[in-house]
């Protein structure tokens, strides 16, 4: 098994965020595979758990992405970055250009999470 979890607007210390965030994750696994740590920002918390299908985390400037998934990206340099930096980064990127359009550079079986802080926005799409 595989997937994604976090949630946002829910305050919370950064220890107690991390612990909890990856308690989610852990209950996640069906396997021992090495996981990245989750992510942090104000008020949210994201994890991944990497099992059958590919899983990647990002974060930068105010932005946490994640992706599950097998995806494709329609656009050769969101691919050239997904390559070079994960999927999740090309996903930052992606949301960072075209906000929720950003759904149009994917395809294939996939499950995303984007939460932008400075814009108190984001997306969840499975």
């Given at each position: 098994?595989?997937?994604?979890?976090?949630?946002?607007?829910?305050?919370?210390?950064?220890?107690e965020?991390?612990?909890?965030?990856?308690?989610?994750?852990?209950?996640?696994?069906?396997?021992?595979?090495?996981?990245?740590?989750?992510?942090?920002?104000?008020?949210?918390?994201?994890a991944?758990?990497?099992?059958?299908?590919?899983?990647?985390?990002?974060?930068?400037?105010?932005?946490?992405?994640?992706?599950?998934?097998?995806?494709?990206?329609?656009?050769?340099?969101?691919?050239?970055?997904?390559?070079?930096?994960?999927?999740?980064?090309?996903?930052?990127?992606?949301?960072?250009?075209?906000?929720?359009?950003?759904l149009?550079?994917?395809?294939?079986?996939?499950?995303?999470?984007?939460?932008?802080?400075?814009?108190?926005?984001?997306?969840?799409?499975i």
């Amino acid at each position: 098994m595989s997937g994604l979890c976090g949630w946002i607007n829910v305050p919370a210390e950064d220890g107690e965020a991390l612990a909890t965030a990856d308690s989610m994750r852990r209950a996640l696994r069906d396997r021992d595979a090495e996981a990245p740590r989750p992510m942090i920002a104000v008020g949210c918390a994201l994890a991944v758990e990497p099992g059958i299908r590919p899983v990647s985390l990002h974060q930068s400037d105010a932005l946490l992405a994640a992706i599950e998934g097998r995806v494709r990206w329609r656009s050769s340099d969101l691919g050239a970055l997904a390559r070079e930096s994960g999927d999740a980064a090309a996903l930052a990127e992606a949301y960072r250009r075209h906000g929720t359009n950003c759904l149009q550079e994917i395809s294939g079986p996939f499950a995303v999470a984007v939460v932008d802080t400075r814009h108190a926005g984001g997306l969840l799409a499975i």
